[in-house]
């Protein structure tokens, strides 16, 4: 089974409460939030108390799940929780899709969950023995067994004790009858942000999707917080002990957020400027020109040519019209699809001393084709610079790449890489110039796969239940199913 040649993210969310074009928003925003997962898409809505939810869910891209926007006429409403998901814990099925809507004791419920659960398989070995029944085979699901259970007064009461039992990685949004919540984990690995637009909060796992429906900016959800949206307008809570030490996964801002994003209060696409930056000062060479691997690695080039003065040029140009390659039956296959996804333009590096920036190395064996097409382009020398340090260790956070057996610098020095790779050399930015990059103090982040330090403790079911969702990718996808039913 091959890897992905980038990390893959888990998902994004994005929640409107009160506004009368709410599936409409939540659309456009799911459009915006994309980049954050490509195998499902889904939305929930509900006009108020009293009224079955709307839903609708599929498995592809936001454009194809919703026919182009056909299918918001069924979806009536002024609340609307939306999401987009890549598998990371759970196999790529429509089952697993979300958000995920129940019919329970309390009232009708949608969840939506960016992140990774640590102790997902104690928890749900819990919840069965007490009754429950699993539909889904991803974590998600486990959160809204535990709003299901008799305790507490109020649905908020509930969501604060499913909250106060899961632990790890989650930005959540839930939907019910009266309320909308949104939540983050006490680290605060994943990203969660508060807009307005007219009158109407909106809650998105990026800014970027505000900008995109025009929505006002208002702050990030913070870690361990529990916001409450109703007809009374924002409620917030910390009914947790947030610790001194953060956990933002430190890899939103070098890849997995959109660049024109904000994050804690920081432009995505200029703090990769800054990474670019640094990048060139800690592995200078002399070359003639700086070639960005599109899109991800085209802030730090651009960094690092005006850092170095040396000249920036998009010399690969990248098909925005193609899927994953990563998984495919044949290496023929596999070695066209990696082609097709980018194309060398040869005349701008014909004879010429090349630095070529990317924002990671996985595996090794697309950066390898990328110095095999550029030898044969006639490229003089090829220098590779990476925008962060070597991936080392597993992830149990919400990213990809699980198994460390599979990251090259897990098995391989630096030089031993770049002999690989077959270039003249090859440089990672530090882990300190990665932080100092972000204008942030390094306590606010967790870089586990770089230090192998984790924030928080995991179940290690965990990593054979995410090795086994890769192999789950290639069966076929099941029929459409009802919403779930939690009667006490």
């Known amino acids: 089974m091959e890897v992905p040649a980038h990390p893959k993210h888990e998902c994004g969310v994005f929640a409107v409460f009160d506004h009368p074009n709410a599936a409409e928003l939540t659309y456009y925003g799911l459009y915006a939030l994309q980049h954050r997962g490509q195998e499902s898409a889904g939305i929930v809505t509900t ?10 869910r599929g498995m592809g891209l936001v454009p194809q799940v919703f026919q182009g926007g056909k299918i918001l006429d069924q979806l009536k409403g ?12 759970g196999g790529s099925h429509f089952k697993n899709a979300q958000p995920i809507l129940v019919d329970c004791a309390k009232g009708q419920v949608a969840v939506a969950h960016n992140g ?51 632990e790890g990685a989650f930005a959540v949004t839930a939907m019910t009858e009266r309320e909308l919540f949104g939540v983050r984990d006490i680290h605060g690995f994943r990203p969660l942000s508060i807009g307005k637009l007219d009158g109407a909060y909106i809650l998105s796992s990026e800014t970027c999707a505000f900008d995109l429906i025009g929505a006002e900016f208002i702050r990030d959800v913070e870690p361990g917080e529990i916001v409450t949206i109703d007809e009374n307008g924002l409620q917030s809570e910390k009914p947790f002990i947030a610790p001194k030490k953060g956990g933002m996964c ?20 200029q703090v990769r400027t800054r990474m670019g930056a640094q990048l060139a000062k800690e592995h200078p060479v002399e070359a003639d020109v700086v070639v960005p691997i599109p899109d991800s690695g085209n802030y730090a080039a651009l960094g690092y040519s005006e850092e170095s003065g040396i000249p ?14 990563f998984i495919q039956p044949s290496q023929l296959i596999r ?13 701008e590096v014909a004879g010429k001393r090349v630095i070529v920036v990317d924002d990671s190395i996985v595996r090794g ?6 110095v095999v097409t550029l030898r044969q382009a006639g490229a003089k020398e090829v220098h590779i610079r990476i925008s962060c340090p070597p991936h080392k260790n597993a992830c149990y956070y919400g990213i990809d790449f699980p198994d460390p057996e599979t ?27 990665m932080i100092a990059s972000t204008e942030k103090p390094e306590s606010q982040f967790c870089r586990a796969c770089f230090n192998g330090k984790y924030p928080v403790a995991f179940d290690h079911k965990i990593e054979q239940m995410i090795i086994e969702r890769r192999k789950e990718r290639a069966e076929p996808l099941v029929a459409v199913q009802p919403p779930l039913n939690l009667f006490e």
Do not use: W
């Open 47 to 56: 006009t108020g108390p009293g009224e079955t939810f709307r839903y609708h």
């Open 78 to 89: 002024r609340r609307a929780v939306g999401h987009v998901r890549y598998s990371t814990a």
């Open 116 to 166: 990774n659960l640590c102790n997902a398989n104690v928890l749900r070995d819990e919840l069965e023995a007490y009754g429950s029944i699993f539909q889904t085979t991803g974590d998600s699901e486990i959160i809204v067994h535990l709003m299901a259970q008799p305790h507490g007064g109020n649905r908020r009461d509930s969501l604060r004790y499913a909250m106060g039992k899961i």
């Open 250 to 269: 430190v890899f939103e801002y070098v890849y997995f957020a959109r660049p024109d994003s904000r994050l804690e209060g920081k432009t995505v696409s």
């Open 312 to 325: 920036y040029k998009l010399a690969f140009v990248r098909n925005h019209y193609v899927g994953r390659t």
């Open 335 to 347: 070695d066209l699809g990696v082609k097709v996804k980018l194309n060398l333009i040869a005349e």
């Open 365 to 370: 064996t697309t950066a390898k084709s990328r």
């Open 407 to 433: 990251l090259i610098a897990n098995q391989m020095d630096t030089a031993a890489i770049a002999e690989y790779l077959g270039a003249d050399s090859l440089g990672y930015l530090s882990e300190d110039g």
